[in-house]
């Protein structure tokens, strides 16, 4: 399926009402009482590269984060996808609704150039593909595309942290294991298997949550969005590589300083009830 055959609306997409979309989220707020933090640091009227870790399966927080940014700010983001998201009946034409679009550099490129307010996780299929003890850790490998996008468009790049969601799961097993094992060893030999799984990143751990059972634990989220950073002064440099770099690495630090500032915070956040005190012991 082409992204042509998708009508993905870059510039005449008309988003859901803010109330239509909170109503849809009621649900997953009250499970996880989502905590916010920092919405002064996004400017509703300049549009910006949002930029944040992924979490372990990738749509149980992201959501929380997408709908706060909606209704404390005003702002509709468009999302980048990964590509396997829109191969799915009725799964992918949700996304779209939501206004997602597959994560390419020219679909980012096209939103861009429309002034469209963007959310991308450059960790991928691998940051939610998680590993035992790799809670709250980024996974970028060497993708520099967001910092060449925001560079090219003079984008401001707004880094946000998410903690709580990697905690409401135990993972049992896990892609390493897989991988060693007879049976992953034998079908990560077959290149059609090895493309698919993109030589075993995507697969996706088991866990548990509550109990034995993997309905997550409800875990609070402490969401945060950092100081905005400048990509003005790169905008001539956006070809340059080295200028991708210090542009990536200035974001990552910024997120890992907020996973590790929301980490504090949620430690210390004793307002839990009799309920979440027993479900996420």
């Known amino acids: 399926m082409t992204d042509n055959s998708l009508n993905l609306h870059f510039d005449d997409f008309i988003p859901p009402s803010a109330e239509w979309l909170d109503r849809q989220m009621a649900f997953r707020k009250l499970y996880f ?3 916010y933090s920092g919405f002064e640091n996004i400017n509703p009227d300049r549009p910006s590269l949002f930029v944040g870790n992924h979490a372990i399966y990738g749509m149980v927080d992201s959501p929380l984060v997408f709908n706060g940014i909606y209704q404390n700010t005003g702002i509709f983001v468009r999302t ?4 396997f998201h829109y191969k799915i009946p009725v799964w992918g034409k949700a996304l779209i609704k939501f206004g997602s679009v597959p994560g390419t550099p020219e679909n980012c490129e096209k939103l861009m150039k429309v002034g469209q ?16 003890g790799e809670e709250h ?18 984008y401001d790049i707004i880094p946000f942290g998410s903690v709580g969601c990697d905690d409401a799961f135990k993972i049992i097993y896990d892609a390493n294991q897989f991988s060693e094992s007879w049976l992953g060893k034998k079908l990560l030999k077959n290149k059609k298997f090895n493309d698919l799984s993109r030589n075993g990143d995507m697969f996706m751990p088991i866990s548990r949550g509550i109990g034995l059972t993997s309905i997550p634990k409800p875990e609070k989220f402490h969401i945060g969005f950092g100081k905005p950073i ?35 915070e949620k430690a210390a956040d004793t307002d839990k009830g009799w309920l979440r005190k027993q479900l996420t012991r």
Do not use: C
């Open 33 to 35: 009482k989502p905590v």
């Open 230 to 264: 400048s990509t003005e002064d790169y905008i001539d440099q956006y070809e340059n590589k080295d200028a991708q770099w210090e542009v990536r690495e200035k974001v990552a630090d910024s997120i890992n300083t907020l996973i590790a500032d929301l980490k504090i």
């Open 80 to 83: 980048l996808g990964d590509h």
């Open 117 to 132: 307010h963007v959310m991308v996780f450059p960790g991928g299929g691998r940051e939610v593909a998680k590993r035992s």
């Open 137 to 154: 850790k980024l996974f970028w490998k060497q993708r520099t595309g967001f910092a060449k996008m925001a560079m090219k468009y003079g």
